[in-house]
């Protein structure tokens, strides 16, 4: 009961962070020094064209006005017309944002799993090698860039031992599954097509790896602190005396509060990880959403930019509720309260 | 005179056993001032880029295709790019916007934060908190480095908008710091006495909370150095950034990314010398913090 409420509290208030960020979104979009339509028509186009143009994109009415017809047709997941490709940008969006997310949720995954192990290991084997090499190592992926990791990676899994492919998302070779939900693993499980989801996933793991890297050691190097904070607390003394076996302390008693800030830093490490994946993806000339965004963005192509950016905020920010909630399960504490306190 | 003479020389060995302390807590940890003296030369090379790099010439742009692509040698210690300029001298003339960027972008955005934060704790309960902080929190919903991007994306390319575009996104994470430290200041008995004293809300601010907040605002602004250097690199990986043919680190490492494996060097280097300027900036940060919080953890 009193996680639900939290819960939808949680969401209302993440409805009323997105009108902001739409707002904001709006008046970057509006950031640009000279006439949207000349610019998107280009300086050979006639007078009247640009003049219909910029009746079309509204930029004839006032800029409150202006701000709210884009919501209206954002709403409706109307994002007009992308300059580059010269389809809907929802089209757009619809066929590369899968992609992306297949990415992103993998390594965000792998940045769990790999850094929490790795913290586990070290506040297990405290001031012996093992810590002292995990340390190093976290140490290590913390000031190593994303798209430093990516060519590292390159070179040693696509070039120097080459058992992974380093470019595109599925092998030419295999065609992708029937479109269902646009993510080739899922699409490739439901259909049978158990080839394209496993070449996918082949495609990914270097990207999805180099992604997960610093967020990783972040994790890792938050639970060896924390456990190692809490196992000199008391309540753990007092779980000794009991008698509970060291086994069942350490995964049940230390482990599962000790992640509480690790999991809280995550979102953080997440919104760190959507944004190195538009480095990561040209890297890879990985057929994404932070590609197709980076080639608007270099082409000052304003629609499909306001889009990529609206939708990115979108994913970022459910990806801070279901975190949100993650934290509230470790830590009873905070639904109780009404909300994660300010540190 | 007797007198003034030794409370100068008083203060004069407080001043120096307070350094003396300072350089004690900082340096017990010799990772800190391994971070210290890279800076300092990464520092030295910015500054004195046309002295000490092999070929300053070869920072424009400069063409030789005879020397194109050569693999590290004694002559170019780093190899040659496509265009055949040496990779090492580039890097040393790309710190220079590096830390430029870094300097600017923290000048600007922290002030900036520090006084929103500042606005948001004095009021802390009133609707002025609420305003404050729910635009702070809409910039934290977009990611830094996607919103520096678009915003990279909507001016021209140059290293002054890619600085504009970083310090729109870096203010918040500021305002959020000093806001909780000063949230948690706002009842403290001494506030309450400013308050009562009868001294303005800006004094109060200012003078009462602000500096209280010196150690963990200067200690995550030498963390920061290292983090805007690198969003400037990546503003640069995608060509929002510096455009040739002035040298810029993650150009570098974008461009020669294209040439990957053959030639290696091209974008390896650059990408060693960004982790450099990162660690080395981590270091010395850990070595203030131990420093202003007096050693104690």
Not at chain 1, 87 to 110: H, Y
């Amino acid at each position: 009961m009193q996680m639900t409420r939290y819960i939808l509290k949680r969401l209302a208030y993440s409805i009323l962070v997105l009108l902001g960020v739409s707002v904001l979104i709006f008046i970057i979009g509006n950031l640009v020094p000279g006439d949207p339509a000349r610019l998107a028509l280009g300086p050979r186009a006639p007078e009247w064209a640009v003049e219909n143009l910029r009746m079309e994109m509204n930029l004839d009415k006032p800029l409150v006005q202006r701000y709210f017809l884009w919501l209206g047709d954002a709403l409706k997941g109307d994002f007009g017309k992308s300059l580059v490709t010269r389809r809907d940008v929802t089209v757009d969006i619809i066929e590369f944002l899968p992609a992306t997310l297949e990415i992103v949720a993998l390594s965000a995954i792998m940045m769990a799993v790999i850094g929490i192990s790795l913290g586990r290991l070290s506040a297990r084997y405290v001031d012996t090698w093992v810590d002292g090499f995990v340390r190093i190592l976290s140490y290590l992926g913390i000031v190593t860039p994303a798209f430093v990791w990516a060519i590292i990676f390159i070179l040693a899994f696509g070039y120097a031992i080459p058992i992974f492919p380093t470019i595109g998302r599925i092998s030419s070779s295999i065609s992708p599954p029937n479109h269902i939900t646009g993510l080739y693993i899922i699409d490739g499980l439901i259909t049978g097509n158990f080839k394209a989801s496993l070449d996918t996933l082949w495609h990914i793991l270097l990207p999805s790896l180099a992604l997960s890297m610093g967020g990783a050691a972040q994790a890792a190097r938050m639970t060896r602190a924390t456990m190692v904070d809490n196992m000199g607390k008391d309540y753990i003394l007092a779980a000794r005396a009991y008698g509970i076996p060291a086994r069942v302390i350490n995964k049940h008693h230390l482990l599962k509060p000790s992640l509480i800030p690790t999991v809280s830093v995550m979102g953080l490490d997440i919104a760190a990880l959507i944004g190195n994946a538009f480095l990561v993806e040209l890297l890879f000339n990985f057929p994404g959403l932070s590609r197709y965004g980076v080639n608007a963005m270099l082409n000052k192509d304003l629609s499909a930019i306001t889009a990529v950016v609206l939708i990115i905020a979108i994913v970022y920010i459910v990806a801070n509720i279901v975190i949100d909630i993650v934290v509230a399960n470790l830590d009873p504490r905070i639904a109780f309260a009404g909300g994660r306190s300010n540190e | 005179m007797n007198k003034t003479n030794s409370q100068k020389a008083l203060r004069r060995e407080r001043i120096r056993t307070d350094i003396a302390r300072a350089w004690y807590n900082f340096s017990r940890s010799k990772l800190s001032v391994v971070g210290l003296v890279v800076v300092s030369i990464i520092v030295f090379f910015a500054i004195f880029a046309p002295f000490v790099s092999p070929y300053p010439e070869h920072s424009g742009a400069y063409v030789d295709f005879k020397n194109a692509s050569n693999p590290p040698s004694l002559n170019n210690w780093c190899g040659t790019d496509v265009f055949g300029r040496d990779v090492l001298s580039r890097v040393i003339f790309a710190f220079r916007g590096a830390l430029t960027m870094g300097i600017v972008v923290l000048i600007i955005s922290v002030p900036l934060g520090t006084a929103v934060g500042l606005l948001g704790g004095y009021f802390s309960g009133t609707w002025i908190e609420t305003i404050v902080m729910r635009i702070t929190d809409v910039f934290l919903s977009i990611p830094p480095l996607i919103l520096a991007l678009a915003i990279a994306a909507m001016l021209r390319p140059t290293l002054m908008n890619a600085m504009i575009a970083i310090c729109v996104s870096w203010w918040p994470w500021y305002a959020r710091l000093v806001y909780g430290m000063a949230a948690s200041l706002r009842n403290e008995p001494f506030i309450k006495a400013a308050e009562l004293s009868g001294a303005s809300t800006l004094r109060i601010m200012f003078f009462e909370m602000l500096p209280n907040f010196k150690g963990p605002v200067f200690t995550k602004m030498t963390l920061d150095m290292g983090w805007v250097i690198l969003t400037g690199a990546s503003l640069s990986f995608v060509g929002l950034g510096e455009q040739p043919p002035i040298p810029a680190l993650g150009t570098m490492v974008s461009d020669g990314a294209k040439y990957l494996p053959t030639y290696w060097w091209i974008s390896i280097f650059p990408a060693i010398a960004i982790m450099v300027i990162i660690l080395s900036f981590n270091l010395l940060g850990d070595g203030i913090r131990e420093m202003l919080s007096g050693g104690e953890r």
